[in-house]
Structure formats: C-alpha cells, structure tokens
Nanobody, 119 residues
C-alpha cells in the first residue's frame, strides 16, 4: 500500500511558475513509476507526465513538454512537477499517481492539489 499526498498548488499569474510535490509513504518507493495527471472542471482527467522507477526516463504530454519537468527523489520518497510558463489552460486539479508495473494503469492516487492560473 502506498499513500500519496500532493502539495504546492495555488494561484499564480499567467507566465509564472509553481512546483508541485508528492510525498509517498512506504519503503518501496523506488519500485514505483510515478505520474502526474490533471483534471479541469468539466473535462476528463488527462495525463501530464510520467517518470520511471529510477528517474532516468520521463514522458510528457505534448501540451506541457518543454514547460514542465518531472523529477523523482527515491531517498526522500518524493516526486516533483516543476511547472514554468503557466497559462490559463493549465488550471486544474493535479494528482500524482504510482504504478508498480512498467506500463499500464496506475495503482495508487493522491487526493490532488489545485492549480489556478489567472490571466
């Protein structure tokens, strides 16, 4: 069992930056791939970024590539999402997720943290 707690959300002006964090419980954090997702009001949840168990491989949605950076610290059981050049379309609830398998569905989800970008 893994528990995930997100933090770092808030209100920011367009063009600004935020850094989201996700703290994980448990002693096997290094065995999980981690992902970030987001869901805007009235829209389906969408994939944002993924990072491999070791942190050596990352994948990004086209909409955030070049602006967002996912990173993983296995010693501190945390994963971060650095978000730069934010725009109003990035406004959403952001969730982190953990996956034990190399691919496929994520097994554990956090409660989310709200990011609001004002124009």
């Amino acid at each position: 069992q893994v528990q995930l707690v997100e933090s770092g959300g808030g209100l920011v002006q367009a063009g600004g930056s935020l850094r989201l964090s996700c703290a994980a419980s448990g002693r096997t954090f290094s065995m999980y791939s981690m992902g970030w997702f987001r869901q805007a009001p009235g829209k389906e949840r969408e994939f944002v970024a993924d990072i491999s168990r070791s942190g050596g491989n990352t994948v990004y949605a086209a909409s955030v590539k070049g602006r967002f950076t996912i990173s993983k610290d296995n010693d501190k059981n945390t994963v971060h999402l650095q978000m730069n050049r934010l725009n109003t379309e990035d406004t959403a609830e952001y969730y982190c997720a953990a996956r034990i398998a190399l691919t496929g569905q994520y097994d554990y989800w956090g409660q989310g943290t709200q990011v609001t970008v004002s124009s």
